[in-house]
């Protein structure tokens, strides 16, 4: 017999399997071709209560917890890594900075609409030139009486462009001092900020991924979160969260790739026999199978650790590590199992190729997981 | 308006099928249930009603306690209860049967549900519950819309289609475009939780058939692609291998 929480997740996974297969994967491939970002779906997928999957009933979300969550990350990004990442960055990063750090108005003023889907979030943090060390950005906010005036760039941002509200970091006091940064909400729209260019991207190329620019962009102080000078300390307590995101997007990616070889390695036959037959074949897939499932529990543990109120930083970390290199190595071993085929876009798995390798550069690239579990280890 | 829909608990289309007991049953290992897609229609199209005139939506399934993911799901997309009559499915009239009994103790104004199964595809049991209840049955109904007591539905029939008028209550079989086909939020999978599920013991037990035993259809061959320009090799292999000329 099941249990209630298992038979509820699974009806969840289930249903996002259902949106995906009808709604988003006859599109994949037109959708990575031609760079399109698809907001309607991103829409759709809002009202499903996708948008605001950990947002509490009352402002509007499913509220559900991070176990849940990540079956929905995986489920999406089994089936396109791009929207697995989009629905990542609005729910972990935008959305959550406002429901964690937000104060009563803001949390009403936003959180309906960004998990109605009505309003698409996006999160600055990276710049041109800090992005592994985000401690030493540039982009500024000076007080000017009852508002701030924020002047620089933010690049690399998921819904850069068509985002409608954004969480933005910038400094607040000198570089090289502790407490230096502060988080904004800042609103499409207001003078002063607009969004400059979209990268043309090797993969994840249906996700927007684009540059916000400041110039003299007067922000209210009623949208500041938190305390002056918290912004970088709430920007790593949103981006612990954020990894188990990235986990179960690179655990979606793996295993979507793996699904595919598995079926294509019984399916193609050369010398007589399937491929999966030969040993060399079917020990890839033997140690794909384990790894993936390693990554899984590994995220599904940082989910339950989290959904527990535990700290996660060190789990967290684990787990985005191990599930996008395990991403990165599925996706290379599909590829290779479909031979000539794999290499081309007649066949899914060079997509996951291309997907995949974002895992391990987005949200704190391996080596810095690797830093932040050393430091864990080491304190 | 109370409307029964009555679902069924049937494997994924992409299951691949295998039998056990000397043939005469499924084997289910491994097997993914589904609600049965022209059932899922029927209660997409009774939510829909309930939206627009007000009521309630029940949701009937004859079935053992591993159907009860699949009644969750349709409490999830809109149904207010659910009756899950506790037996195998045996035959299209056992399954009539506890149907026609369920409806006899609550006043429905429809009994919607799929135009067949697709595990066995009988297209008896609305038929059979019409018949026993004394209501018309009409099947396939591809479009329905109340005003009043009275129902406008749309059947398709052999290449056409069927315009009827009818009084409330009525038995229907449904298929798509009757509705659109409908996906539950979660916020419809969380109150589902909460939303009564009784199950009842079955009213008879007259299966009229048995199955003697089920038999795969051959394995479909081999494609073999013949250039455009060799339209002579193709009508010679349609004569000599396939003989179908
Ligand atoms: C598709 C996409 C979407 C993104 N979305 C967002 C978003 O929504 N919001 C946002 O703020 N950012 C976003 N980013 C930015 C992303 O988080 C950064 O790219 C990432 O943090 C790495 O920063 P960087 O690109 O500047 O690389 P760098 O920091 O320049 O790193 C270059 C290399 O040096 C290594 N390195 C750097 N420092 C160290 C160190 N101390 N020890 C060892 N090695 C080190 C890195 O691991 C890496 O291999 C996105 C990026 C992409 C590609």
Same mark, same amino acid.
């Given at each position: 017999m099941i249990s209630e929480i298992e038979e509820n997740q699974d009806l969840i996974v289930r249903t996002v399997r259902d949106f995906a297969t009808r709604h988003i994967e006859p599109f994949v491939r037109e959708w990575d071709e031609k760079q399109y970002f698809p907001l309607e779906v991103m829409q759709q997928l809002g009202q499903l209560g996708l948008l605001g999957v950990l947002v509490p009933e009352a402002y509007g979300g499913a509220g559900l917890g991070y176990r849940e969550y990540v079956g929905v990350i995986a489920e999406i990004s089994r089936v396109d890594g791009s929207i697995g990442l989009s629905v990542a960055a609005h729910n972990?990063?935008?959305? *959550?900075? &406002?429901?964690?750090?937000? *104060?009563?108005?803001?949390?009403?003023?936003?959180?309906?609409?960004?998990?109605? =889907?009505? $309003? &698409?979030?996006?999160?600055?943090?990276?710049?041109?030139?800090?992005?592994?060390?985000? =401690?030493?950005?540039?982009?500024?906010?000076?007080?000017?009486?009852?508002?701030?005036?924020?002047?620089?760039?933010? *690049? $690399? &941002?998921?819904?850069?462009?068509? =985002?409608? @509200?954004? @969480? @933005? &970091?910038?400094?607040?006091?000198?570089p090289n001092t502790s407490h230096n940064a502060t988080a904004f909400i800042v609103e499409r729209g207001t003078p002063g900020f607009s969004a400059g260019k979209k990268e043309d991207k090797l993969g994840m190329r249906a996700s927007e991924t684009a540059e916000m620019i400041f110039q003299d962009c007067r922000i209210p102080d009623a949208n500041r979160l938190g305390e002056v000078g918290d912004g970088f300390i709430q920007s790593l307590k949103v981006l612990d969260g954020g990894r188990i995101s990235i986990a179960a997007l690179s655990l979606g990616i793996a295993q979507g790739a793996f699904g595919h070889a598995l079926r294509y390695a019984q399916e193609r036959q050369q010398f007589g026999q399937a491929i999966a037959r030969f040993q060399a074949i079917g020990f890839k897939l033997a140690d794909l199978a384990t790894e993936i499932e390693a990554a899984r529990l590994l995220t599904y543990q940082a989910a339950d650790l989290k959904d527990a109120g535990k700290a996660v930083t060190r789990e967290a970390a684990m787990a985005k590590l191990f599930a996008s290199e395990v991403a990165v190595k599925a996706a290379n071993e599909a590829v290779q199992i479909f031979g000539g085929y794999g290499f081309t876009k007649d066949f899914p798995v060079e997509k996951y190729y291309r997907d995949a390798k974002l895992c391990t550069i987005g949200e704190g690239t391996s080596e810095i997981q690797r830093l932040v579990i050393s430091r864990q280890l080491l304190k | 308006m109370k409307i029964l829909v009555c679902v069924t608990s049937v494997p994924d289309t992409t299951t691949k099928i295998s039998f056990t007991d000397n043939n005469t049953k499924l084997n289910r290992a491994g097997v993914q249930y589904i609600t049965g897609p022209y059932d899922d229609y029927a209660l997409s199209r009774a939510v829909e009603l309930k939206e627009q005139h007000g009521g309630t939506v029940t949701v009937l399934n004859v079935g053992e306690a591993d159907t009860e993911p699949v009644i969750r799901k349709c409490l999830a997309i809109g149904a207010d209860d659910a009756i899950r009559v506790n037996a195998d499915p045996t035959d299209a009239f056992f399954v009539a049967e506890q149907i026609a009994a369920i409806a006899r103790e609550n006043a429905y104004d429809l009994i919607l549900m799929g135009r067949e199964s697709i595990d066995y595809n009988g297209g008896q049991v609305h038929g059979i519950v019409g018949e026993m209840l004394g209501l018309p049955s009409i099947s396939p109904v591809m479009k329905l819309d109340i005003e009043g007591s009275k129902a406008r539905i749309t059947r398709e029939i052999e290449g056409g289609k069927d315009e009827l008028e009818a009084t409330l209550p009525l038995v229907l079989g449904c298929q798509e475009p009757i509705a659109e086909w409908k996906i539950p939020n979660m916020r419809g999978i969380m109150s589902a939780r909460t939303k009564p599920l009784k199950v009842v013991e079955p009213a008879g037990n007259d299966t009229l058939t048995k199955v003697a035993g089920y038999e795969l259809p051959p394995p479909r061959g081999a494609v073999r692609m013949i250039p455009a320009e060799e339209a002579e090799t193709l009508i010679s292999l349609l004569r000599t291998e396939a003989k179908v000329l």
């Open positions: 972990s990063l935008c959305t *959550n900075h &406002i429901l964690l750090f937000g *104060n009563e108005d803001q949390k009403q003023r936003f959180l309906p609409q960004l998990a109605s =889907g009505e $309003f &698409i979030g996006a999160w600055g943090l990276t710049e041109p030139n800090t992005g592994s060390d985000a =401690g030493n950005m540039r982009t500024t906010a000076t007080r000017d009486g009852t508002h701030w005036i924020l002047n620089g760039s933010k *690049n $690399f &941002i998921t819904h850069g462009k068509s =985002g409608h @509200v954004a @969480v @933005v &970091i910038a400094r607040t006091a000198d | -």
